[in-house]
């Protein structure tokens, strides 16, 4: 849910975990971060449509987690 959602905006979004920072629309590369329960993770919104973005994914994130 969270790749297909990242995928309908321009902005680039990524998900850093420690030194790793990786795309979220790309599965596997998401999936390579290896995110466990309480695993703290930073995402970051960068683009032209970045507050709808943020609002959406935070939605997302809220209601799934």
């Not at 998900?15 to 920072?21: I, L, Q, S």
């Amino acid at each position: 849910l969270l790749v297909k959602m990242a995928q309908k905006f321009s902005s680039d979004i990524t998900m850093t975990k420690g030194e790793k920072t990786v795309s979220v629309k790309k599965l596997f590369a998401l999936m390579g971060l290896n995110v466990k329960c309480k695993d703290v993770v930073t995402v970051t919104v960068s683009g032209e449509d970045e507050d709808n973005a943020t609002q959406s994914l935070k939605v997302l994130m809220q209601s799934t987690l």
